[in-house]
C-alpha cells in the first residue's frame, strides 16, 4: 500500500508538551456531557430529522439527564430554525437545561441564529472557524491574521446581539483544532476570552476538537493538557473537547483528554456523525459507571434509549455496540457460559451470605463489566446456545428458561447432542428448541417400554416392584426386590435380560436423572412427573440398548 503519501502527525503540527501530568491522573467526576445529536449528528444523515423527530429527540436526551444540549444550526435550514423557534415557543426547555446553537462567523448567519434563540431564558451561542493550516490555504483562502480578524468581529457582533442578557454565554471552537498551531489556537481563545470578559459567574466555553483524527489518542491528550496550562483566565474558561473517530479511537481521546483537564465533553449517542462518527457518549458515560464513578446521566433502560435514537436517526445500532447491542451480555462460547454462569451463581451466593438484595451487592461476575439488569436487561438473553456453545450454557438456559437443572455429570452428555444439532443446522437453538431437543432425547418413548407397575414395601427395607415390560416382540411380567423402589426396579429389569447397574441418580424437583450402565454400555436418563426415577433409569436402558 502506498503508505509514503501519508505524513505522521509530528510532521504536520507541533504538540509543545515538555511534561505531562495527565497519565497519572484519574476520573472521579463526570465531565458535562453535551449531546450535538440534533445538529452535528443530524447533519450526518441521508434523512435530516423533521421537527417532530427532533423533538422525540430532544425529549429523550432530557429525560437521560443532559444539561446542556446542542439544538440545532438554524442558520443551515428553515428546519432546524423551526425546531429552535419551536423549543423557544412551546416552553420545551426545562429550567436546568441549556440549549445550544451553533453559528459559524459571518454576520447574517450570526443574525439569523439570534432570531432564532430570541425569548429563550437561556442560550449558549457556539462559534465556529477553520484554524489549520490546511483549511486555511484551501477551504477559506485566508492567512492567520485574516482569520483572527473575521473571528474578532463576529466575537464583536454576538457581543452587540447578546447585550447584557444574562442567559446567553459564548463558546467558541477552532475547527481542525487538532491540526492547528498551539500558538494561534492560545491566540484565538484567549482573545476571545478578553472580547467576551469571561468571568467565573459568566465563562466562556473553548471547544477544542479532534475535528479529523490524525494521531494516537495520547496526542490528543497533550495537546488538550499544553492547552489547560496555557489559557488564560483558566477559571473563567470551560474547556470542551469534540472527538471524532477517523482512527477508531474517539472514545479513547474523550477519556484521556479529560485525564488532561478537559471538563466538558460533547458527542452523541451511539457515536452518529460524519464519516466514522463522533465520540459515543453512552460509551462514555457507562465506562465511568463500570469504574464506579455517577455517569450524572440515567442509562437504566438502554434498549428504550436505543430504539428512539433509531427510529429518530432511521440507522441501525450494531448489535456489537459496547453496551447497548443486542449482543453485547450475550455469550454462545462454552468456556464464556461456564464462567458466566458460575459468576451468576457465586453472585447469588455472596449476596445471600451478606444479606443484601443482588441488585445491590458488589459486582464481579466473568465477562460481565456491568450487571446487565443495570441497563435494563434481563437475563434471558445472556447466555444463548449454538454450535459453540458447551455443557455450561446448554445447562443453564434449561435451568433459567425450564427450570430443568442438569446434574453437573449429566451435562456433557446433553451438550454433545445440542452441538450435533446445532452443527447440523447451522444456527443457535432457541430456548423452546433447547427443550424439545431434551424431551426427544430423554423423555420419548424407546424400545423398552413400561406398561404397567405397582411398587411397596412388603417388608422393613424390603420393597417389591411389579411390572409389565414390552422389549421389541417380547412382552412380559416382571418383577424384583430391593432395598427401594429403583433398586427392585433394576432387579426386575435384570429378570427381562436387561443387567443394569445405576452409577449416578440425582433429582431436582423437576425431574429425575439417571446414569446407567447397561450390558456394559454407559447412558444417561431422564424422567419427570410421579415416576421421574422409575422413568430415568427406564431412559437410560432405552439410550444404551440404541447405541
Known sequence: MPYHRYRPHQARVNVPVAERSWPSARTERAPLWVPVDLRDGNQALAEPMDTPRKRRLFDLLVRVGFKEIEVGYPSASRTDFGFVRHLADTGAVPDDVTPV????????????????????PRAVVHLYIATSPVWREVVLGRSRDEVWRTVREAAERMARRAGDAPGIRFQFSPETFNLTEPDFVLELCDGLTELWDASRDRPVTHNLPATVEIATPNVYADQIEYMHRH???????????????DRGTGVACAELAVLAGAQ?????????????????????ALNLFAQGVDPMVDFRDIDAVRETVEQCNRLPVHPRHPYAGELVHTAFSGTHQDAISKGLAAHARRAAESGVPERQASWAVPYLPIDPADVGRSYEAVIRVNSQSGKGGTAYVLRTHHGIDLPPRMRPDFSRVVQAATDAGGREATPKELHELFRATYLAEGAVRLHA????????GVHRFVCTLEAGDRVGDFEGTGAGALTAFVDALSGAGFAVDVLDFSEDGTAAFAE???????????GTGPSAAVQAVLSAVNRAVTR
Open 231 to 245: 489559557l488564560a483566565r483558566r477559571e473563567a474558561v470551560i474547556l470542551s473537547v469534540h472527538p471524532h473517530n
Open 264 to 284: 466538558r465533553v460533547e458527542g452523541c449517542l451511539f457515536g452518529n456523525g460524519e464519516r466514522t462518527g463522533n465520540v459515543d457518549l453512552v460509551t462514555l
Open 453 to 460: 407397575w405397582s411398587a411397596h414395601e412388603q417388608a422393613p
Open 101 to 120: 446553537v451553533f453559528t459559524p462567523a459571518r454576520a447574517d448567519l450570526i443574525d439569523r441564529t439570534f432570531e432564532a434563540i430570541a425569548g429563550l
Open 516 to 526: 446407567c450402565r447397561v450390558d456394559g454400555v454407559t447412558a444417561w436418563g431422564a
